[in-house]
């Protein structure tokens, strides 16, 4: 019997009829959710160049979390089966990241991944024949949380994922013909918790820490690609999914709050913050949602990372993580970077587990009190092998995944490995650049620090608080600087200086002077005018018509700065606006210190006053 929707070509009832290479051993990839599909692409890789294999895949429908799926199998580019032509279909491989859905009907060798860092969470025992962690079918405690402590047994704790039998035999016997293993102690729980499928483990490395790993001399890059500039320390935002992670509302509510804190609170020059959601989190609320969630944070400088490729780009490139449980934290751990813990529900967890001893070592976050004093701290007391224990446990084997897995795939198949060529993962690929704006108003406060050459300091804030105004006693002045694009256009009226982010050649805007002229005629209140056209310079108009170009001098290695220009034109108002001269900054430049990082920025009048 078949389907409407079954495919005829490569595989289906006629499909000798079609196909070109009809004699290719067949490999399924089983898909339940964007989670565990971005497991099942760490390995694609080592598949290609084969042309005795055809490529296939299927989702089993069984997670609510389906959302995102078929936008990511059509990018995938493999034939993709419906679930029950999947069951119906022999096959020679399927791969699995997860226990999800009704995999014990396939009808091939089954190797099953963990699609994050090894088994940690404990899962309420299902109370239907899916056994998946994500459908909703579970038994619920109290709450009804999804990583519940405990089942409905009598109170018992409930089974750790991954490692009970409810989760990993089927009448009896192992669902997978190899459970994939990254270490040893995972093989050491699982002979503990269910022999029977202890005899199926294989060990074979993590081959998302080896893309990880790959990536570390790539550091620098990355932080350049996320428009963290020199002296800025970046700060990522992590967290898993359900009730009890830093997302979640299941204990204070903590991130909704903590995001708009993080961006007010922290000098945005200084900082650069960027969060990293679980899949399930943007695919279980819908991506709008999430965005509109964050919208109040994104106007103020946050970089959302999407949901699939970039948040190993930006654990690379983290000074400091703030997260919780899930395994984003931990990998970021693991090569060495400092963690504060927001949200780590301790019951949720395997104890015997690395994850559970991340949270018995790492330093927990005060929600209350400053968040840059804590993160600083964090930063700064930081000891390098103070989590060398967790990478150790990560994985056994170190950047040789490839060869490891592409070697248990084979042996599954029944055929020799490609001769003469090494089993590779891709490269974590370079993110597009997103260098900082805001268009929430933006809190300046400056100081002059010297006046030969003019050097001024310059501290803001975005959305800060109001009382963070000039203190005389130390010589701060404050002005306030609103984006053209402000969500509350009401702002611009009272406005020292507006700002808008573009290219020179605009047609729509016209080129900078047009531009900048008709702001200030538009804005009487207004002092000038920031027009910025690159990641070291912008154009700046002055009352009285003055068109001044502002460039950064390039870093010691010849790169661009990356600071955002604005704070140049920022500078620019506060020497002005004690009464020195535009002359003698065209003379001289000016040294604009933000943090305690100071940058040279030439001052050229394109248009005299």
Known sequence: MTGEDWLRVPVGE????????????????????????????????????????????????????????????????????????????????????????????????????????????????????????DTGHRARGASGAVFAPADSRGGAPAPVFGMDPDWLLHDGRPIADATVLSHPEQLDRLGAACPEAAATAVLAGDPCYDRILGALP??????????????????????????????????????????????????????????????????????????????????????????????????????????????????????????????????????????????????RLRPYEGLRAQLDHAVDHHEPGRYRAFADQVSSAPGASARLLRRVFHDLIGIPEPAGRPALLDRLPLPAFEPAMRTAPVR???????????????TRHAEGPHEAEADDDFGWDAHTVVHEDTRDASRLRLADVIVRYGSADDPRVGPPSVWTAEVLSRHPACALAVYVTGVDRCTVRLRDGAVVRLSAAAGPDGRPDLCDPAAYGSALHAWLASGKSLAEAVTSGVRVVTGGVGRVVSVGVEVAG
């Open 444 to 458: 300046v406060l400056t100081r002059l620090l010297g006046a030969a050459p003019p050097e001024i300091a310059v």
């Open 218 to 363: 790539h550091r620098d890059r990355f932080r350049r690609a996320l428009g963290v500039a020199a002296g800025q320390r970046l700060i990522v935002v992590n967290s898993t999914w359900s009730p009890g992670s830093l997302f979640g509302d299941g204990d204070g509510d903590l991130l909704p709050s903590l995001l708009p804190r993080l961006t007010a609170e922290l000098p945005a020059d200084e900082y650069r913050v960027a969060a990293v959601l679980h899949p399930n989190i943007w695919h279980g609320h819908g991506p709008g949602q999430v965005r509109a969630w964050l919208d109040r944070a994104r106007r103020a400088g946050l970089v959302l990372v999407p949901p699939l490729e970039g948040w190993r780009q930006a654990l690379i490139a983290a000074d400091c993580v703030l997260g919780d449980h899930g395994s984003v934290t931990y990998y970021a751990a693991a090569i060495g970077t400092p963690v504060l813990l927001g949200a780590f529900p301790d019951a949720a967890l395997d104890p015997d587990s690395p994850v559970a001893a991340l949270g018995r070592t790492a330093p």
């Open 14 to 133: 006629d499909a000798e009829r079609w196909r070109t290479r009809g004699r290719a051993r067949k490999v399924l990839f089983v898909v339940h959710n964007v989670t565990s599909a971005t497991r099942l692409l760490d390995v694609l890789p080592l598949f290609a160049d084969d042309t005795r294999l055809q490529l296939l895949a299927t989702c089993t429908g069984s997670s609510p979390f389906l959302a995102g799926v078929p936008e990511l199998l059509t990018a995938a580019g493999l034939p993709v089966l419906p679930w029950e032509q999947a069951k119906a279909t022999p096959v020679e491989l399927a791969v699995s990241a997860s226990y999800g859905g009704e995999l014990p009907l396939l009808q091939g060798k089954l190797a099953i991944l963990s699609h994050g860092v090894g088994y940690n969470k404990r899962l309420a025992t299902p109370d239907t024949g899916h056994r998946t962690p």
